[in-house]
């Protein structure tokens, strides 16, 4: 097998069982920690940390220890993160957050580094276009990586499954599920009694083991990058120094567009965060049982890994603003629907509608806010998705840090209203673009984010 190859897959496979165990970890924490809040505050000091680790950490840990070292040391960091669910309290839990948030950017980034120096490299020997090949192994990657948000979701759900002690849901704790909550921690396991600490210990048993494997796959397969590759290496990392790019960020904030992008990048973690943190907990949880939540989740990530390689590929003959307009619609009409829905068991197939809409609408958001930022910021990318990364996360730590406070109708409503203030603001981003080039169609130009289009997932 061609060497480059082999090292693709090896690092599409580590993250496979790595994000196995954490995407299935995350979609649990706000209905296995309900205690004050306790799964979703970890979630919000977790994206907390990712802002500050995308900042400073990607381009010192990648020089100092290359990107070998920087991926298994970094999923070590994830592992810490499953540890601290054995013992889950403040003092165990928000630490362990942190460590996790720290390892997140330095992953992706040396990621990233490696896929395109072994891109790059083969491209040279083969004598072929590096960019060509570069989305090639991307397009490998993300196909076996994506899977891993079915994987995880479903241990989790043949686990707890497994259950003997489940009950019969009274109408009166039904009346708590929903848009109108009750806000109490009883809400958040009527679908069934608390999993028994055995099977809670199983499953982190299982996920520990996950990701030990991802660390031992890269530590004794993945190749150091060749000493013929250090001079492609260095023209990667030798960017402008630290404080210029991590200024460069900011400065780049005196671009109108980028200001008035803002409101939709942080949407795109409100709608995350809303999904993973409330629905699960107040719908799925509190009506079916926490064995469902995985099963649901599935649904989500399946269809969202499709639609974002449908998308992805027929942007450039519907243009970005019908899907902008069809993401919109579909989102809009989930929320007034959560909001007038009131869960039950026998309602099953609902149950999973939403997030498979959820899922269609999310794929958008991805693929062509990503796609957007990379067409109207071509000369500053770097600098535009250091403010893409940093606006998402801030969109994530706010909708994870309200979860408890605030009753779900509230969210939604807030929800909503992102959502409309989003789209107003990206109109005007397209009346301003328009104006600035009005000979120049903005749909003719290449608007799918290629690999950049799940760059800013965790």
Not at 145 to 170: D, P, T, V, Y
Not at 306 to 312: D, I, K
């Amino acid at each position: 097998m061609e060497r480059n190859l082999k090292n693709v897959l090896v690092i599409s496979f580590g993250f496979l069982l790595l994000f196995t165990a954490y995407g299935g970890l995350q979609n649990l924490q706000s209905s296995l920690h309900s205690e004050e809040g306790l799964g979703v505050a970890s979630l919000s000091v977790l994206y907390a940390a990712l802002i500050l680790s995308s900042m400073f950490l990607p381009p010192i840990l990648i020089k100092k220890l290359g990107c070998k070292r920087t991926i298994a040391g970094s999923m070590c960091c994830y592992i810490a993160f499953t540890l601290g669910n054995f013992y889950a309290s403040w003092y165990t839990l928000i630490p362990a957050s942190v460590i996790l948030g720290l390892g997140g950017a330095p992953l992706w980034s040396a990621k990233c580094t490696y896929l395109t120096i072994a891109g790059n490299s083969y491209a040279e020997k083969a004598g072929k276009n590096g960019k060509d090949i570069i989305n090639q192994y991307f397009g490998v990657f993300f196909l076996i990586f994506q899977s891993s948000g079915i994987w995880g979701n479903l241990i989790s759900s043949l686990i707890f499954s497994q259950a003997s002690n489940k009950e019969e849901i009274s109408e009166e704790n039904l009346a708590c599920c929903g848009a109108y909550d009750c806000m109490t921690d009883t809400t958040n396991t009527t679908g069934s009694t608390e999993p028994s600490s055995s099977l809670i210990y199983t499953l982190l048993g299982i996920y520990t083991a996950s990701g030990v494997l991802a660390v031992l796959l890269i530590a004794i397969f993945l190749d150091q990058i060749k000493s013929d590759q250090a001079e492609t290496e260095k023209e990667i990392l030798e960017t402008p120094s630290f404080w210029s790019t991590f200024l460069a960020t900011f400065q780049h904030l005196k671009d109108k567009r980028q200001c008035l992008l803002i409101p939709l990048t942080m949407y795109s973690g409100f709608e995350q965060g809303f999904l993973s943190g409330d629905y699960t907990k107040t719908y799925v949880t509190c009506a079916l049982g926490i064995h469902y939540v995985g099963y649901v989740m599935i649904c989500f990530s399946a269809v969202n890994s499709l639609c974002s390689l449908l998308f992805g590929k027929i942007s450039q003959f519907t243009g970005r603003k019908f899907l902008f307009a069809l993401a919109t619609v579909t989102n809009t009409a989930c929320i007034i629907a959560l909001l007038l829905w009131k869960p039950h068991p026998k309602q099953l197939a609902v149950f999973f509608v939403f997030p498979a809409l959820w899922g269609l609408s999310d794929a958008i958001w991805q693929t062509q806010t990503n796609g957007l930022y990379g067409f109207l910021f071509e000369k500053h990318k770097e600098a535009a998705f250091a403010n893409y990364r940093l606006w998402e996360s801030f969109g994530f730590v706010i909708a994870f840090g309200y979860s408890t406070k605030l009753q779900v109708y509230i969210k939604l409503y807030i929800l909503l209203s992102v959502l409309v203030l989003s789209m107003v603001t990206y109109g005007a981003v397209e009346y301003l673009e328009a104006k600035s080039s009005p000979g120049t169609p903005t749909t003719t130009k290449k608007e799918n984010g290629g690999p950049l289009t799940q760059e800013t997932r965790m």
